[in-house]
């Protein structure tokens, strides 16, 4: 009997440990999607000032 019982604290502590390592991959991978978008943001921000650089450029009178 006390044997089963070590097999149920066992898988108890097992799934604990389990549960909390899903959570720790869930918040990276949620941290990692969240860098990765401010990323490609600033990245859409960076093309579309050198676009607007590139356009003034064009239109600037040459002296």
Do not use: C, H, V
């Not at 869930?26 to 000032?49: C, H, N, V, W, Y």
Request: aromatic share 4%; net charge positive; charged share 40%.
């Amino acid at each position: 009997f006390s044997g089963l019982l070590n097999w149920i604290r066992q898988r108890i502590r097992y799934e604990r440990m389990a549960m909390k390592e899903r959570l720790e991959r869930m918040q990276a991978r949620k941290a990692a999607k969240a860098a990765e978008k401010i990323a490609d943001k600033q990245a859409k921000e960076k093309a579309l000032r050198d676009r607007q650089q590139a356009i003034a450029d064009k239109i600037a009178p040459t002296k």
